[in-house]
């Protein structure tokens, strides 16, 4: 059963950046294309970044767009994702999932492996 674990949320200032990692165990995520997905307080949850299986294609939200790049590292079995010129827009909890779609997709029912989630405040 894959499994994926999420980190490296925190509370940063506007303009600043972080990088967060999505670490998997269980099985090789070589054959998954990974997404990123945030979901802010009463608001849905949004794919933000997808990446496909092998390093492929990758895939940007508009408002991400030139500020985050997502890549991934077999070796490691992890999935990054690095957010710079962060806004105070981009808080809410970012997630991480795994889908054995083998086409780009932000539909959340294309995802059958989720982690847990990490939060990212943006605030002064």
């Known amino acids: 059963q894959l499994q994926l674990v999420e980190s490296g949320g925190d509370l940063v200032q506007p303009g600043g950046s972080l990088r967060l990692s999505c670490t998997a165990s269980?099985?090789?995520?070589?054959?998954?294309?990974m997404g990123w997905f945030r979901q802010a307080p009463g608001k849905e949850r949004e794919g933000v970044s997808y990446i496909s299986h092998q390093g492929g294609p990758t895939y940007y939200e508009d408002s991400v767009k030139g500020r985050f790049a997502i890549s991934r590292d077999s070796a490691k079995n992890t999935v990054y994702l690095q957010m710079n010129s962060l806004k105070p827009e981009d808080t809410a909890v970012y997630y991480c999932?795994?889908?054995?779609?083998?086409?780009?997709?932000?539909?959340?029912?294309?995802?059958?492996?989720w982690g847990q989630g990490t939060q990212v405040t943006v605030s002064s």
């Open positions: 999932a795994a889908s054995d779609r083998f086409y780009y997709t932000t539909s959340i029912y294309d995802y059958a492996y």
């Open positions: 269980g099985h090789t995520l070589d054959y998954y294309g």
